[in-house]
């Protein structure tokens, strides 16, 4: 894919930064940034496929980075580094920053080789399943089909559907009206079979 980055990795400690990228370099196209500042200038020019952030970064935490830009790249796959994330923090993290998964420091290759491909693979699916949702630095004019106008007169289905729905309400709610009505006034008992006296 022109233009695309297996992988992004933010990470202010030279160490970390060093043990990731050997790992990650000799099978993905991979990058690191020391800062969410040179992070958001990257992703604004490139298709990231996925972030490796860590928590402990200047300025500001990799949750609160993570946090702030999801909506920016929606189909980016976010990987948090972080030495000790309690469970509660981590299942916060997961459904409010859309974190793909957690790994701690320091970070095992083996453990980090299987979850970044996870998160390739998931990226493609999501890809597939729906191409037309582009990043906004990546977005072109996507052509959109001809739609049959509607004929003059017809209303959409929509609102035949919300007619249906009132008529029909309309309808029975005159319907046990009328069998209120000839229970009170005329006495007779509809559901004698039935054991439904107590309705009216």
Do not use: N
Not at 30 to 41: D, F, I, Q, R, S
Not at 68 to 91: Q, V
């Amino acid at each position: 894919m022109s233009g695309t980055l297996d992988v992004l990795l933010i990470e202010s400690d030279s160490e970390t930064a060093r043990a990731t990228l050997a790992a990650l370099s000799p099978k993905w196209h991979c990058k690191m940034v020391p800062a969410t500042e040179a992070a958001e200038e990257f992703l604004d020019t490139r298709t990231v496929k996925v972030l490796l952030c860590s928590d402990d970064l200047p300025g500001e935490t990799g949750l609160m980075f993570l946090a702030r830009t999801k909506d920016r790249w929606p189909k980016l796959r976010r990987i948090l580094l972080a030495p000790d994330l309690d469970g509660e923090l981590f299942f916060h993290a997961m459904r409010e920053v859309s974190l793909f998964d957690y790994l701690t420091k320091p970070v095992v290759a083996s453990e980090l080789m299987t979850t970044v491909a996870r998160a390739r693979t998931q990226f493609h699916a999501a890809e597939r399943l729906a191409p037309a949702v582009l990043e906004p630095h990546a977005a072109t004019a996507v052509p959109v089909p001809d739609l049959a106008p509607a004929k003059a007169g017809w209303p959409h289905e929509g609102a035949l559907l919300a007619l249906g729905c009132a008529i029909g309400s309309a309808l029975t709610l005159l319907a046990l009206g009328l069998l209120y009505l000839l229970k009170t006034e005329a006495g007779v008992d509809l559901f004698p079979l039935l054991h439904l006296r107590d309705i009216f």
